[in-house]
């Protein structure tokens, strides 16, 4: 294959009812010039999808998790711009075109990477919710610890399209992560990369009642404390945004059953910011 001008990469473990879906939505994009890398993270029974000319299927027999299945993928790509699909979600037959066009005008300093929107979608394939990105955080910007402008919302991060290269040079993917990853690249990658948002949604995100990584309560709670720990300088000179992150936190693991969590890390949003987190309490009330 020649070199495509982008790369989707899609890491998969033990998804085969959910993973030709999304493999399908990869494959239907609108432009001609793009390559999808399946990464099987080890998965009990080998990735078995029908042959397609824009299709590679990379196995590993040691499980890497999903930071390390998207750093083989993004090693073994060949495009300019690379985009991360996971295996329980979908494209819009949209995202590469409307994603790569806004590049190609926008006049933020490069290295640029776009955002765009996410629709969250039911067991039924009904849209529930819709997400969209704030506009730009510039090069040097430090994302989702900028206040968030009103109607938008960081928990975009899936809809990456970046040059390869930056991903590359920040060191790719933290594989001590297994949860958080999408939080944790953009801390390092806003700093040295302009981030521009979209507000048009181009990504399904497939709320099921599967095994997600985001919703294992000890991998929540570990990756937690190891993103505050590994960045804690960040989050300490933003203190209004660090209150709201942990508040976030307080609230799905009260959502997850996890009282004591929750309440210690609502006890921890009230002294790191107290008029803010007491306005999300109210808000909520």
């Known amino acids: 294959m020649s070199k495509p001008l982008l790369s989707i990469i899609i890491p998969t473990h033990n998804r085969p009812q959910l993973l030709p879906h999304a493999v399908q939505s990869a494959l239907e994009q609108t432009i001609d010039d793009f390559e999808v890398i399946v990464v099987d993270d080890a998965s009990d029974t080998p990735v078995d999808l029908p042959e397609h000319p824009r ?11 999903g930071a390390g299945a998207r750093n083989i993928g993004t090693e073994a790509a060949l495009g300019r711009w690379i985009t991360y699909l996971d295996d329980d979600d979908c494209l819009l037959p ?3 075109a409307v994603s790569l066009e806004a590049l190609s005008k926008t006049t933020l300093p490069p290295p ?3 955002i765009s929107g996410i629709e969250v979608v039911n067991p039924q394939g009904k849209v529930i919710r819709k997400l969209i990105p704030p506009p730009t955080r510039p090069r040097g910007s430090h994302f989702s610890l900028e206040e968030l402008e009103k109607g938008c919302s960081y928990n975009t991060k899936q809809t990456l399209v970046v040059e390869r290269e930056v991903i590359c040079q920040i060191g790719g993917w933290d594989e ?4 958080r990853v999408h939080s944790e690249l ?9 981030i521009l948002g979209l507000p048009i949604a181009t990504y399904q995100l497939y709320n099921h009642q599967g095994a997600r990584v985001s919703s294992n309560q000890t991998l929540r709670q570990e990756s937690f404390k190891r993103l505050l720990d590994k960045h804690q300088e960040l989050f300490h000179a933003h203190p209004k945004m660090f209150a709201n992150f942990v508040y ?13 969590a929750a309440l210690k890390s609502l006890i921890w949003a009230l002294k790191l910011h107290p008029p803010h987190t007491l306005g999300r309490l109210l808000h909520i009330a």
């Open 112 to 114: 640029i990477g776009v």
């Open 176 to 179: 001590s992560f297994r949860s």
């Open 55 to 65: 299709l590679r299927i990379i196995r590993l027999s040691q499980s890497r998790g």
């Open 186 to 194: 953009f801390l390092r990658l806003n700093p040295v990369c302009s």
């Open 94 to 96: 949209n995202m590469a």
């Open 248 to 260: 976030e936190h307080a609230y799905m693991s009260y959502q997850l059953g996890q009282m004591n």
